[in-house]
């Protein structure tokens, strides 16, 4: 069976990197994750990749001028791996324009609240303060705006009146890990029946 070659981008300990990684195991998972990308060489989730048998590469942002340089190069870099699908998975860089445009329609983020409420940062304190009854995840399509794709998948988790922001960020970190898996496979086999 063809698989879709996926590459995961991430800047950090790379849990829902791991999550991926579990389900892509099974035999009839439509994506393969052929590559992680990095910006951070100290990243963990470069260790989870590498035990997993993955290709690694890293692109420390900081050696290029400007994000589009930047974004340049991690292109170049995904295309000479034959990446078909990008994942971003808690890669905490804002893409140029340029990148998100040249992969539209095959790249996804996962984001840490029920889009289109809370773009941007600090969304677990900002749902608690808004007195919202839930809070959760969302995997989206990336399009320039911010936060602002097309919906792929959502779920959700209450409120719970005790909820601190870490408390509830660590259920919907729990929550993320079932989502993204789930939404990645919806992808990669919709491109397969292209």
């Given at each position: 069976?063809?698989?879709?070659?996926?590459?995961?981008?991430?800047?950090?300990?790379?849990?829902?990197?791991?999550?991926i990684?579990?389900?892509?195991q099974?035999?009839?998972?439509p994506?393969?994750?052929?590559?992680v990308?990095?910006?951070?060489?100290?990243?963990?989730?470069?260790?989870?990749?590498?035990?997993?048998g993955?290709?690694?590469?890293?692109?420390?942002?900081?050696?290029?001028?400007?994000?589009?340089?930047?974004?340049?190069?991690?292109?170049?870099?995904?295309r000479?791996?034959?990446?078909?699908l990008?994942?971003?998975a808690?890669?905490?860089?804002?893409?140029?324009?340029?990148?998100?445009?040249?992969?539209?329609?095959?790249?996804i983020?996962?984001?840490?609240?029920?889009?289109?409420?809370?773009?941007?940062?600090?969304?677990?304190?900002?749902?608690?303060a808004?007195?919202d009854?839930?809070?959760?995840?969302?995997?989206?399509?990336?399009?320039?705006?911010?936060?602002?794709?097309?919906?792929?998948?959502?779920?959700?988790?209450?409120?719970?009146?005790?909820?601190?922001?870490?408390?509830?960020?660590?259920?919907?970190?729990?929550?993320?890990?079932?989502?993204?898996?789930?939404?990645?496979?919806?992808?990669?086999?919709?491109?397969?029946?292209?």
């Amino acid at each position: 069976m063809r698989r879709v070659q996926t590459a995961v981008l991430i800047s950090g300990n790379g849990s829902n990197l791991q999550a991926i990684i579990d389900a892509a195991q099974a035999s009839d998972y439509p994506a393969e994750i052929a590559l992680v990308l990095s910006n951070k060489a100290q990243a963990y989730g470069l260790t989870r990749a590498e035990n997993a048998g993955i290709t690694t590469i890293v692109i420390p942002h900081g050696n290029y001028a400007t994000r589009e340089a930047f974004d340049q190069m991690m292109d170049a870099a995904l295309r000479n791996h034959d990446i078909e699908l990008v994942v971003m998975a808690g890669f905490m860089r804002i893409l140029s324009d340029r990148f998100v445009n040249g992969w539209a329609g095959r790249l996804i983020n996962i984001h840490p609240s029920l889009l289109p409420k809370y773009k941007g940062l600090d969304t677990h304190a900002r749902a608690i303060a808004s007195g919202d009854a839930e809070h959760g995840a969302t995997v989206h399509w990336v399009t320039p705006e911010l936060d602002s794709g097309e919906i792929i998948l959502q779920g959700s988790t209450p409120i719970l009146a005790n909820d601190t922001p870490e408390s509830l960020k660590a259920r919907v970190h729990l929550l993320e890990h079932q989502l993204y898996p789930a939404a990645l496979k919806h992808v990669a086999a919709a491109i397969l029946a292209q």
